[in-house]
C-alpha cells in the first residue's frame, strides 16, 4: 500500500539554526510534491511544489529537495524563527486526479 | 494567493442533526473541489472530490449517504453530514483547484464539528 512517512516526533530547534524536515514515500511514482504549513486549528497553507525532474527548489528561507531514487524528500528552512513554528505537511497526488495524499506531518518549534 | 473561505468556521450540533458546511473560492473559479477529515493529530485524509455539475466521487469507506456534497457553481461546494453522531467529530477541510493554478490546491481554514 502507499506511505507517506513523516517524522513524527516533534523537532525542536534553536531560533537561527536550519531545520531539516524529512518525507519519506512508498508504493508512489509521483510526478510532483508539495509541502505545506499547518498551524493548530487551520487548514494547510502551500510553500512548494517540486516536480520529479527536479531536484532542488527555492524559495526565499525555504529549500526542498526531491529524490526519486530514494524516494524522499527533504525540506530545510535555513535561519529559523519562531514564527515559523508549525507542522509542515507533506503531500503526494493521489490515484484519483488531483486529489492529494498526505503524511501525518512533523511539528517543529523553534525557540528564540 | 488564491483564497478559499469555509463557513463556518466551528458548529456544535446535537446527534441525530444535519449541519451543512460551505466551501467557496473567492478569486478564482474551481473546477474541482476535495473534502478532506483530519481527527487529532492524524493527516488529512480524503474524502470525496466534487467537480463543479457532477456527482462527487467517494473515497472508499466514505459513505455518500451520510455526506452529501454539492458542487452547485464553479465557486462553491456543500458538505453536509446528515444525522450526525459523535464520531462524526472531526475537523473538515475543503480545498479548491483551478485549471489555471496547475497542480495546486488551496485549503480553507477549516470547519470544527462537534457532535453531542
Known amino acids: 500500500s502507499q506511505k507517506i512517512e513523516q517524522n513524527s516526533e516533534a523537532l525542536n530547534i534553536q531560533e537561527g539554526k536550519t531545520a531539516t524536515l524529512t518525507c519519506n514515500y512508498t508504493?508512489?511514482?509521483?510526478?510532483?510534491l508539495q509541502w505545506y504549513r499547518q498551524d493548530p486549528g487551520r487548514g494547510p497553507v502551500f510553500l512548494l511544489l517540486?516536480?520529479?525532474?527536479?531536484k532542488e527548489k527555492r524559495k526565499e528561507r525555504l529549500k526542498v529537495t526531491f529524490d526519486t531514487t530514494l524516494k524522499q524528500s527533504l525540506f530545510h528552512i535555513t535561519a529559523s524563527q519562531p514564527a515559523d513554528s508549525a507542522t509542515y505537511l507533506c503531500?503526494?497526488?493521489?490515484?484519483?486526479?488531483?486529489?492529494?495524499?498526505f503524511g501525518k506531518g512533523t511539528s517543529l518549534l523553534v525557540t528564540p | 494567493g488564491a483564497v478559499v473561505s469555509q463557513h463556518p468556521s466551528w458548529v456544535i450540533c446535537k446527534s441525530g442533526t444535519s449541519v451543512k458546511i460551505e466551501c467557496r473560492s473567492l478569486?478564482?473559479?474551481?473546477?474541482?473541489m476535495f473534502w478532506y477529515r483530519q481527527f487529532p493529530k492524524q493527516s488529512l485524509m480524503l474524502m470525496a472530490t466534487?467537480?463543479?455539475?457532477?456527482?462527487?466521487?467517494?473515497e472508499q469507506g466514505v459513505e455518500k449517504d451520510k455526506f452529501l456534497i454539492n458542487h452547485a457553481s464553479l465557486t462553491l461546494s456543500t458538505l453536509t453530514v446528515t444525522s450526525a453522531h459523535p464520531e462524526d467529530s472531526s475537523f473538515y477541510i475543503c480545498?479548491?483547484?483551478?485549471?489555471?493554478?496547475?497542480?495546486?490546491?488551496?485549503f480553507g481554514p477549516g470547519t470544527r464539528l462537534t457532535v453531542l
Open positions: 480545498s479548491a483547484r483551478s485549471s489555471g493554478l496547475r497542480d495546486t490546491q488551496y
Open positions: 503531500a503526494l497526488p493521489g490515484n484519483s486526479g488531483y486529489a492529494l495524499n
Open positions: 517540486i516536480r520529479e525532474n527536479e
Open positions: 478569486d478564482f473559479q474551481a473546477t474541482t
Open positions: 508504493n508512489y511514482s509521483p510526478a510532483y
Open positions: 466534487s467537480n463543479e455539475g457532477s456527482k462527487a466521487t467517494y
